[in-house]
């Protein structure tokens, strides 16, 4: 086995990146790490049992160029005997958005649609000197034990959000050094493709790797990237032991009553109780578990959440990926940003009425004794129909002596976020009951009262013939 190989071979068992009979999806570029990485792989092949794929992705950027790529791709997979998968994309690229990081978002993305239906591991050929790059790149943008970590050799990727299965992805050449890689291809004969726009100076990724590093190691340290790599790995260390105890933390704080996909409630007092290191942990465990991921949240993002939790209840901010963040009395409140939906339906008395807006029922049954068991709304309504709908701006509960819903709410600590989503039971007009609040008593049955109504809100399909559950909604 050739000494790269060997070396590959080792990275793969001590980060155990791979186990036998995996299915493996490489992203290969035609560039030298790639291809090295393909054909290392493949010789492992003879030693362990793997399934071996490509996916080359050409975007076109560079017209012909591009597509000579892709056909030196397609002619090393056929003589490889290996399956490739070809996508072709053209990039559009907004004000102000980065050309290489909107590239790497398309590729991503489609390796990660593969990965999924398939089954596979992802491997990329991210190398040492990749990992001396990121290193200096998160140092200068500031980053903390995290992002100094640079590049992991595996990483599980939530590319559909928090609710899909996870795609691995592994990096089986990052402790070898570019002059490694170039030495195997070069014993193996084999031609690569170079990609010209890795010289465009415009790209600060380009002027670290042909102005920085250079000058760097020629004035301060010849090894600076085995140096810079190792200092990464350090970082890593750290993040991981941050990262162990971050998760136990995050479980500590997080309210698991009335939990809602997407959504993430933090223990203001228990998380405040933390090490300063260990709250931001937290919340870094609370965005990726609402949004999959924690692409774009810098530490600045991290910093104004954990400011939330001294302030006054009902501010927010705005994160990246859709999340919001706010402050719910003692709550901290992290979920995607969905916009209000009014919704107004007639409910029969008796009868059943579905709330498909959020998803749950509204039941209401005729009673002639009823039990009175506590938390049963029972109302005096002798008609035979009501109507279910969601707070609108102005109204006005009677049995509080007209006062706002919105003050009412502030009162009994509703958070805002659900507010939207409460049941206003309304006859003609006229509020009889809101979710969360008491009935007005002028209309409220007392127990055993004769032609009760009894209202539940419940969070799944309820027969009307059924006795009531305990699905019922409690706030």
Known sequence: MDLFVSAVWDTIKRFSLLK??????????????????????????????????????????????????????????????????????????????????????????????????????????????????????????????????????????????PEESPVRMVRPLLERAREDILGFLERRGQPYREDSSNRNLRYDRNWVRHHLIPDMRSRLNPALIPTLGRSARLFREVAEFLEDEGRKAFELCRETRDHRAGEVRLKVETLLGLAPALRKEVIRHAVRTCKGDLRDLGLDHV???????????????????????????????????????????????????????????????????????????????????????NRLEGDRYPSSRGKKL?????????????????????????????????????VQAGPGEEGAVLIQVLDEPHSVSREPGRSRRRL
């Open 20 to 161: 036998p009979g995996d299915s493996v999806l490489c992203a290969v570029s035609g560039g030298p790490d790639s291809v090295a990485l393909l054909l290392a792989l493949k010789e492992l092949r003879l030693e362990w049992p793997l399934s071996l794929s490509v996916l080359h992705v050409n975007h076109g950027l560079r017209g012909a160029e591009s597509d000579r790529d892709a056909s030196f791709v397609g002619t090393l997979c056929r003589r490889m005997e290996i399956p490739l998968h070809v996508r072709s994309h053209r990039l559009q690229v907004g004000p102000g958005e980065n050309l290489q990081d909107r590239a790497r978002s398309v590729r991503y993305r489609f390796l990660f649609e593969i990965a999924v239906a398939g089954g596979s591991v992802v491997a990329t050929g991210h190398n040492l000197q990749d990992q001396a790059e990121t290193f200096l790149l998160k140092l200068a943008r500031g980053s903390g034990p995290v992002g100094l970590s640079g590049i992991f050799p595996a990483r599980e990727i939530l590319p559909h959000g």
């Open 303 to 389: 910093d104004r959440v954990l400011g939330l939790a001294s302030g006054r209840s009902g501010r927010r901010i705005q994160l990246p990926g859709e999340i919001e963040a706010s402050l719910e009395f003692d709550h901290l409140r992290l979920a995607r940003r969905v916009p209000p939906v009014r919704f107004s339906h007639q409910l029969p008395v008796p009868g059943e009425v579905a709330i498909p807006e959020t998803g749950r029922h509204v039941v209401c049954r005729r009673l002639t004794a009823p039990a009175g068991k506590p938390g049963q709304v029972l109302l005096r309504f002798p008609g035979s129909s009501l109507t279910v709908r």
């Open 406 to 442: 919105k003050r009412l709410f502030l009162q009994h600590r509703i958070p805002r976020s659900v507010r939207d989503t409460l049941v206003v039971v309304e006859d003609e007009g006229r509020l009889l009951w809101v979710e969360g609040l008491p009935a007005d008593p002028r």
